[in-house]
């Protein structure tokens, strides 16, 4: 996810703008958490000396986290108009109806306070990105965002490469720079390329196919409706991001001669050899179509045996366990899967080793800061800098601050960053309690035992004894077993309660927890409670 | 992890040989869980009609459930020696004193019942690799085991090809086969060309150099030892399973000419320029060495920039986070990683696609029965098969029993499988209730109410309640909130206790949740309880 904030002026009046605001997402480490947004804290103290955010792209990484954060930002957002529309949609749903979104046309201009900002059409697996040529008094930074080198996008422009080697005749003082693929050798590929394999494949089919891929790809999602095209079937769109995705696209320009789509209802009735689903759900998603399809709960699509799911997507790393369950449950199923292991069909969005030396030709910065991915990977690109004598690259983590000029350039501050996670409503700083007391009893169980106890400190009622999540195998219950530690105590000693050094509470919540242990060989969370009553 | 399981026999009187007996290992997917079996159910229901557990090999995967379902069997075990040595520590671990183990000669014979059992030796990444020739009166099945066609295995014997040859030409009736690698071309590659390709790699380093590895691969073991030779360091071993591995390599007759080791305690007095640390936890495991080394933690070893730490290992799947974050942590403090993705330091111990074409080639077995991977693995392993002209194919998935003799081979029966999770001290089926609790809980926090009521239904004390893992942000906690609700239904009605409809326990259980649900956008288990007293 990304956020990077770019200051001009002297600390206590300095003005800012931030470029991007995005989100990631939760997994099995972080149960229950979703949504992962960036924590605002240091730019939010800023106040109205943050003059606008400026989105470079439309993908959730980029833009998810507006609608959770820009209530404590309340500043102006500008995009392009294909990201602008993204964004409008997250507003409308979050009920933000407020926000001032300024559209800019590509290629366009935007001034805010000293910046002035000029956006620049690269290519990338999404419609509309934009490198920020970010001008100030004292030279002008490259934003690339998100980017690689497409001769062959098939939806919108190419990379500006004039402008950007103009840009580098006029000066480049730094490049904050995409670094995902920087530890690949060569290009990342084209998705032209991609739209002929496709088609290569396919023609050759003769059941049900169904083509996995990002939404956010509207290229390839154009690829999908010229397969089917080429190949005689009728395009099916299926799941809700795919059909939110074309109506943003074909709002915004783009799609102008996509095909008439058949809805899902129907496709059902058409031969097997005359469809083609275009899905969302390539990453195994568990609720995504994809996954339903493969388990049978799917409303509408029914695959059989001879029927073939073709993965035009990578497997990003974390989600090889969702997408190779999903794959398995497919084959069980005698449905064929090809995916780009074994077929050219899926190139990446970022730009591998040879397209960054490109970069770095056209603009000769004399700064590098590698941004957008991994410490290797921002390691590798810094690496890959200096081999390309780029005189001064900085490798930094988030919250580094970096005086770009005047001057020599050096790491003057770390401010606070980090990450908040969106917990049912939420947001909680990614380190808070709860989260971590959730995963403690996740993995250990949870006792928790109520007392009353009379004034004289004996037993009014039976202890209220309740486990979660802590295995037991015998004839008794568990509760049983931790009651009888309980009564034992209270037989040694009426007066418990008046013990020394310990309070009541916890005499007995080591005894439980002990006992626990010595039956289950976990070692559960245990919680004791008091009612005392007057009696 | 592996149970294979071979009868002959009508049914009421079926005779059963165990081949392997293997665990896998818990992820963030079953938290608390560190360990999976096999679940021996069917088996196990067949008493002493099992006439022993033969091993093939002494991997996890293959030997590691002994210690934990050996008491429910209670048969011999048959294993070659170095499998045996490391079964025995396995066995005295966990207190086992009376499995009658027996060790098989490399190449030996074992006589069981109707089985006769002859010895292969094949290479993999670990010593002593078996197949198993497994002759009965209605024909031989050749069980492969984890195997690869490896010329330099630089430790143990090279892959018997004149066996195999000479056991196709007598007449193999079904191949039982390793498919791990059968989604991949080519070959799997030599030990040989990765220890050259480590000696190149390290010759120009001149810091300290951690080789991590997997510690059973005691071949690779080896090369460090002849790489630290030939760079002029002295070879430092780390991590309690690499000092085991190479005990039970050396007590079995392996590494002999290993050179002395430098102690850990030792080995930072000297240059760096002078070590090479052997080191577990290529796989990111956040208890092992490595990992503990990055993180600063480790009692004896530390590393500072310049130095390179060298993974000559694979990612294996669904451990790519946790080897990356291990990555970026070693990055980040100026230490050089070197990859397989960039070098060839590792090769896989599983035959890939023309490997598999020689196996078959050689046995030209009548059945083949792909075994050891995920479905899509059987899958491509089951097609290849039919491209090579094996008449019968069996992609089968786990509790599927073929009859492969007398007659048309087919599938007769399905019996009980699955896995249970060692949770704490006990042995529960996957799909217990007490990991779906506890999950549940991780995911959504968990409520509990104890309400002390008199005879007439009214509170006789303040509820007791206890929010675990439930968000909340606000002066007043969480269970202030809940508490004025419960205060308000008894308000509203005194006599709760005898509503209509729904327990008390019930309304009140309700009533809190939705008021938690209502302020923190999460569902909390939620569960209340009665005291009732006298008064």
Redesign the interface.
């Known amino acids: 996810m990304n956020l990077n904030l770019y200051g001009y002026g002297p600390e206590h009046d300095r003005q800012w703008i931030m470029v991007d605001l995005g989100i990631t997402f939760g ?3 972080t ?2 958490i979703d949504i992962i947004t960036p924590d605002p804290e240091f730019i939010a103290s800023q106040g109205d000396r943050l003059l606008g955010l400026v989105l470079t792209h439309g993908h959730e990484d980029h833009i998810g986290a507006v609608p959770y954060l820009w209530p404590e930002l309340d500043c102006p957002i500008y995009a392009t108009p294909f990201t602008a529309a993204l964004v409008t949609r997250k507003l409308e749903e979050a009920g933000i109806l407020d926000a001032p979104l300024h559209i800019v046309p590509l290629g366009g201009h935007l001034s805010l306070g000293p910046f002035d900002i000029e956006f620049v059409s690269l290519t990338h697996s999404i419609p509309e990105p934009n490198a920020l040529a970010i001008r100030t008094p004292t030279g002008t930074v490259l934003h690339s965002g998100d980017w690689k080198i497409d001769d062959e996008p098939l939806i919108g422009q190419t990379t500006d490469e004039k402008r950007l080697a103009e840009l580098g005749d006029e000066g480049i003082l730094a490049i904050i720079c995409d670094s995902t693929n920087a ?1 690949t050798d060569g290009l990342s590929g084209s998705e032209g390329s991609v739209r002929q394999n496709l088609v290569d494949l396919v023609q050759h089919m003769t059941g049900r196919v169904v083509i996995t891929a990002f939404a956010s790809n509207v290229a390839r999602v154009a690829t999908a409706a010229f397969v089917a095209q080429r190949t005689d079937r009728h395009l099916v769109l299926v799941g809700r991001s795919m059909h939110r995705i074309v109506a943003a696209a074909r709002e915004t320009g783009y799609l102008d001669d996509f095909p008439a789509v058949v809805d899902e209802r129907e496709a059902g009735y058409l031969p097997p050899n005359k469809v083609l689903y275009l899905c969302t759900g390539s990453q195994g998603e568990p609720r995504a179509a994809l996954a339903r399809i493969a388990g049978g709960s799917h409303p509408n699509v029914v695959l059989e045996e001879g029927d073939s799911v073709i993965f035009s997507s990578r497997v990003i ?2 989600n ?2 969702s997408i ?1 369950a999903l ?3 497919l ?2 199923q005698g449905i064929e ?1 090809h995916t780009e ?2 077929n050219d069909i899926h190139v990446s969005g970022h730009p591998c080793r040879d397209e960054l030396t490109q970069m770095y030709q056209w603009v000769r910065p004399r700064i590098s800061v590698p941004v957008h991915g ?3 990977h921002l ?1 590798a690109h810094g690496a890959l800098a200096k081999d390309l004598q780029v005189p001064d690259v900085f490798v930094a ?1 988030n919250g580094t601050m970096i005086k770009l000029a005047p001057d020599e350039p050096e790491i003057i501050d770390h401010v606070p960053s980090g990450r908040l996670h969106l ?4 947001l ?1 700083p990614a380190d ?1 309690e ?2 971590k ?3 403690r ?6 006792i ?1 035992v ?1 007392l ?1 106890v009379g004034k004289k400190g004996t037993l ?3 202890p ?1 004894i ?1 486990t ?6 015998a004839d008794e219950p568990l509760e049983h077993e931790l009651e009888e530690v309980i009564d034992l105590l209270f037989q040694r000693d009426r007066y418990l309660k008046f013990h020394q050094g310990h309070s009541l509470e916890e005499l007995v919540r080591r005894a439980v927890r002990k006992r626990a242990r010595e039956l ?3 070692k559960p ?1 245990t ?1 004791v ?1 008091l ?3 007057a ?1």
Chains 1, 2 share one sequence.
């Open positions: 997994d099995d480490t149960p229950g530890l790393p974390g090889e366990k190779f794959q398995n449950d084959v069980a899967i292991k074994e991994e410490m290797r390691q983590s917990d049912g409503d939420i909680l808070d709860i989260l007391e959730r995963k009893i996740g993995y250990s169980g949870f928790s109520v009353v009014a009622a039976r209220v309740e979660i999540g802590v295995p037991f195998e289950t060989g976990k969370i919680v409670r009612v005392e009553m009696g």
